[in-house]
């Protein structure tokens, strides 16, 4: 099989990349070692950045986040017996973030690869890069019980920090851009009748 870009993990940056790509008349196979009922039920992220809507706005697929998703213009912290409310759209220019949860992003993006008629190789075993440092790099896999080899320009490592693609750049060649900050947070989200104090 031969394709422009491999892209290896179904997560949304996997599946958006694919989209985007897409969009720009550049064909992806992506490379998957989960079910597509796994990726889809693997529950994580509940609150997208305004950037985030924005791409997916770019990417094709904003319709349902617009329709369903919960634009927040702000949040309140509890400091003992005191509220304080982080008013977001008037500290940013009117910027917001939105509740809609990463499981419905990907449901949206795996539906634009269907109409796309765009392959995903859900359920990949044993995927390995090769050649990433020549011309002509490929991925290999064991896909319905058979080793496949697939042929690309470009491979795109979106299968996360511990996946195979980051462990298969040299050291020399990794170069690591991060931001460590001096805090942590968590998020509660939740549901109340309006007007509950
Ligand atoms: C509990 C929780 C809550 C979160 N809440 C938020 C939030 O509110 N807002 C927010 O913005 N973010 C949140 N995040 C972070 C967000 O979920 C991640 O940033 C996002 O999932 C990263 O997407 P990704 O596509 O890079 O990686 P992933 O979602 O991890 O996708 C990587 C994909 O690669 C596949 N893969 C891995 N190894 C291989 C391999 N060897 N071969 C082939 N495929 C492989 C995996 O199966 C997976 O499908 C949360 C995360 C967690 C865990």
Request: include cysteine; proline fraction near 4%; hydrophobic fraction near 40%.
């Amino acid at each position: 099989m031969r394709t422009q870009v491999a892209i290896v993990g179904a997560g949304p940056a996997g599946l958006l990349l694919g989209q985007l790509l897409h969009r720009h008349g550049i064909d992806n196979v992506i490379v998957e070692r989960r079910s597509a009922d796994y990726v889809l039920g693997r529950i994580r992220a509940g609150v997208l950045e305004q950037g985030m809507v924005d791409l997916l706005h770019e990417a094709g697929v904003g319709a349902r986040v617009d329709a369903e998703g919960i634009p927040h213009d702000g949040f309140e912290m509890a400091l003992g017996e005191r509220r304080v409310r982080i008013d977001l759209a008037a500290l940013t220019g009117g910027k917001r973030v939105t509740v809609y949860g990463q499981t419905e992003v990907t449901r949206d993006l795996m539906a634009a690869r269907r109409e796309a008629g765009l392959t995903t190789l859900y359920d990949a075993e044993e995927v390995a890069l090769h050649g990433i440092e020549s011309e002509s790099p490929h991925l290999e896999c064991r896909y319905n019980g058979e080793w496949m080899r697939l042929e690309c320009d470009y491979i795109a490592g979106c299968d996360g920090f511990h996946g195979v693609s980051r462990q298969s750049i040299p050291a020399t060649r990794l170069t690591t851009f991060e931001r460590d900050y001096p805090f942590g947070w968590l998020g509660l989200l939740a549901r109340y009748p309006a007007g509950t104090p």
